[in-house]
């Protein structure tokens, strides 16, 4: 038996999860997004299953839960309540199936079908967010979603044709029902849906000249003009030598998508160097993320959609419009800047922005991430000024433009280099700009390289926050928290402008946030740093 899996959302988070579903395909549209009622309706099992969020701690009415650790109740919704008696669920509707439901509501089997489906969309453990399969309808068998169309049409095409059952390809229509993501005007594949060797092995067998109609139909159905199968991004680079000379590979410092595979469309040609002539030539996508517009080119620069909760939860930690006052970071954003030590196409740097901070500084290495960064701060309305390695570090901000009045400057300065300078740049800057509260440090698996650059630069009064993005075992979540708070007093301790006043800064960490899963075991987290005056002194 098959059910359709709904999430159980707080109400200020419905837009956020919504987006992200319909954005997969994974939205039911036959089914309203209402309020999770503590009244079922006569559709709704007596025995639902909820899988209850794990940032919260629920109860059940007259006795407790009796596994706190799984979260899993298989009680009926009337009799679930929250501590939080304020807030209003509602369900989201999926189209994601889950199988067999006795076995799904085994021992931790039911919190990895919400987990999995979340990390399709983009937002594990980002929210307090539940889910129901008792609550929702069966999907038909005979729906498929636009993907799936096009491949059962192509199928039906091959039939008509006399192509014998055994001559198929091996993927199938079943295979590929749900994941594929839209990066306008681009379709990315997932990983699954064909291997090298397959596309191979089809394009030399009878099927190879009958590929290319399966792809224009996926395009039509799809209305996208480009399709590419995903890859993981390697963690080593060939090198420019290694098969003449047989030289070993290279770390992938710059973690380029060498290994994506375009299918379908013109991408143009890969391993170009970053020149305003083959920018124009290129090819590029884009995605709208928290009324974001964000750029990029497939074949030079990687994306992830994971990110999202993060990035969403930076606009509600830096809004000045926020009131909730209930994370320690959420401080006046107007009148701050800050620094991004990896800034790609502007992942998180544009979030700084629009949540109000009046300037960014990036580094970063790559310049198809760059142009990228440039273009999208253009779709969203922003200024960039890009300074390259060895330039001058003086008259990079002006004090004040043609007119005598204060320049607004570029939202973004862009420097194509190594952030080991970042604080000597920033040191320099700092009489032209508002202090610097906020270092993104996101690179993976680890950000720590960065660690002591990044607390140079932020502002030697106020100080400020340190996000340092790691790669963290579930099981080592405490221990490393401890770890990066003693890195950090240490390193605020060696700071060159704080020797003899580092006992004016306490450090702590203020927060720990899990983005999402990075690989089997593997959690991507980022430590929230406070290093600020200690009022105690």
């Not at 490393?480 to 890195?487: A, F, H, K, L, S």
Request: some cysteine; overall charge neutral.
């Amino acid at each position: 038996m098959a059910f359709n899996l709904s999430l159980i959302v707080p109400d200020k988070e419905v837009k956020t999860i919504k987006t992200a579903v319909e954005a997969h395909s994974l939205l039911d549209r036959r089914v309203k997004i209402s309020p999770a009622t503590p009244n079922p309706s006569s559709e709704q099992s007596n025995d639902v299953v909820i899988i209850s969020p794990p940032c919260r701690t629920y109860r059940l009415r007259g006795n407790d839960c009796e596994d706190k650790s799984t979260g899993l109740l298989r009680e009926p919704l009337s009799r679930l309540c929250c501590h939080e008696s304020t807030t209003t669920w509602f369900s989201v509707p999926t189209i994601f199936e889950v199988d067999d439901l006795d076995n799904v509501i085994g021992p931790g089997e039911a919190t990895k079908a919400r987990d999995t489906l979340l990390e399709r969309i983009g937002i594990v453990n980002q929210s307090c967010i539940g889910a129901s399969l008792g609550s929702c309808r069966r999907r038909n068998a005979n729906e498929q979603n636009h993907l799936t169309s096009a491949v059962r049409e192509w199928l039906d095409l091959l039939n008509s044709k006399g192509v014998a059952e055994s001559d198929l390809p091996s993927f199938t229509w079943d295979k590929c029902r749900w994941t594929y993501t839209v990066y306008s005007p681009m379709l990315l594949l997932p990983p699954t849906f064909l291997s090298k060797q397959s596309l191979r092995d089809i394009l030399a067998g009878p099927l190879g000249p009958e590929l290319p109609e399966l792809w224009r139909i996926i395009c039509r159905k799809l209305k996208v003009t480009h399709i590419a199968i995903n890859k993981p991004i390697p963690a080593k680079a060939p090198n420019a030598s290694a098969a003449s000379e047989g030289n070993p590979a290279e770390p992938n410092t710059l973690r380029s998508p060498i290994d994506l595979m375009p299918v379908y469309g013109a991408f143009g040609e890969a391993n170009l160097p970053p020149t305003e002539e083959n920018f124009q030539r290129a090819f590029w996508v884009s995605t709208v993320q928290n009324d974001i517009v964000q750029v990029w080119s497939p074949l030079y620069t990687m994306f992830s959609r994971g990110n999202i909760g993060e990035k969403t939860r930076l606009l509600k930690l830096l809004s000045p419009a926020s009131t909730s006052g209930e994370n320690p970071l959420l401080r006046e954003s107007s009148g701050s800047s800050a620094v991004d030590l990896y800034a790609g196409i502007g992942y998180f740097a544009f979030s700084y922005v629009k949540a109000g901070l009046d300037k960014v500084l990036c580094w970063e290495l790559n310049g198809w991430s760059i142009e990228g960064l440039k273009r999208g701060a253009k779709k969203n309305g922003w200024t960039t000024k890009v300074v390259l390695d060895d330039g001058p570090e003086h008259d990079t901000l002006s004090k004040t433009d043609e007119s005598g009045s204060e320049s607004a400057n570029e939202r973004f300065l862009i420097f194509n280099e190594s952030n080991r300078n970042a604080a000597k740049r920033v040191h320099d800057l700092r009489s032209k700009m508002a202090p610097v509260r906020h270092v993104n440090c996101g690179y993976l698996p680890s950000s720590s390289n960065s660690w002591d650059v990044a607390v140079q630069v932020l502002d030697p009064l106020q100080g400020g926050w340190i996000h340092a993005h790691e790669n963290v075992g579930p099981q080592d979540m405490e221990q490393r928290r401890n770890q990066v708070v003693e890195i950090f007093r240490d390193l605020v301790c060696q700071c060159p402008k704080a020797d003899s006043e580092a006992h004016r800064f306490y450090v702590e960490c203020q927060y720990v946030e899990r983005v999402k899963t990075y690989a089997p075991g593997v959690i991507h987290v980022v430590f929230d740093i406070a290093i600020l005056p200690n009022t105690s002194q």
